[in-house]
């Protein structure tokens, strides 16, 4: 069984601070974990995936086998970063599993 | 076009309808996937094609009937539907290269049906 876990339901911080969204994940095999976003009124889409180790809109994200860890971080938060963000995980048989998701808001 | 489209946007229906939602891509994309999703809640997976064949049906209930007619559309027919399946269901497709992992979903806006 695969499974995602996502502690915080909410988070909030300031303009200009760092950010960091906590994933967890429980999967037997190699999975490939994403992040997948979803600002208001627009459709999920994805932020960023592992595989991939790039910077998109700032945010970083390094799996961390050992702590079976997926978090994801930005060194400035901005407003316009205010948003659901999911993390998700792939493993067996093309399933895509997703996190509880957090709702992140930016305050000016 | 890099877009998956779904219709309708909104559906209400009584639950001795039938309706169906349809979805629609044209990225060459060969796998195709129905999400249901509740308010404030994460999508959960329903169905699951690949190559136009069902790969996966995440044990949904009967009155949800999702085809394939080909690589580009997919279809969720719906029947005797029950007030708790009010939600937006989501479709979205993906490359899939034939290995277990899915690869980056592209999803759509989603269909928010509501059952009186």
């Known amino acids: 069984a695969q499974r995602v876990t996502q502690p915080e339901k909410l988070l909030s911080v300031f303009k200009g601070a760092p950010v960091e969204l906590k994933c967890n994940y429980s999967y037997s095999g190699s999975p490939e974990l994403f992040w997948y976003v979803q600002y208001s009124r627009q459709r999920l889409q994805l932020l960023l995936r592992h595989i991939s180790r790039e910077s998109i809109k700032g945010f970083t994200a390094d799996l961390n086998k050992g702590e079976t860890s997926f978090h994801l971080k930005k060194p400035f938060a901005q407003e316009e970063d205010s948003a659901m963000y999911y993390c998700a995980l792939s493993g067996s048989a093309r399933q895509l599993t997703f996190g509880s998701g957090t709702q992140l808001t930016v305050l000016p | 076009d890099t877009e998956v489209t779904q219709t309708p946007k909104h559906l209400v229906m009584g639950m001795t309808n039938k309706k169906s939602l349809k979805c629609e891509q044209h990225m060459g994309h060969r796998a195709m996937y129905w999400y249901k999703q509740k308010a404030k809640k994460p999508p959960e997976l329903m169905f699951v094609?690949?190559?136009?064949?069902?790969?996966i049906n995440e044990s949904v209930p009967s009155r949800f009937s999702p085809e394939c007619p080909n690589s580009s559309l997919l279809n969720l027919h719906l029947h005797a539907l029950q007030p708790e399946d009010s939600a937006l269901y989501l479709c979205?497709?993906?490359?899939?290269?034939?290995?277990?992992?899915?690869?980056?979903?592209?999803f759509g806006e989603g269909s928010r049906l509501t059952v009186l």
């Open positions: 979205a497709s993906s490359q899939d290269g034939g290995g277990a992992n899915t690869g980056e979903l592209f």
């Open positions: 094609y690949s190559y136009e064949k069902l790969s």
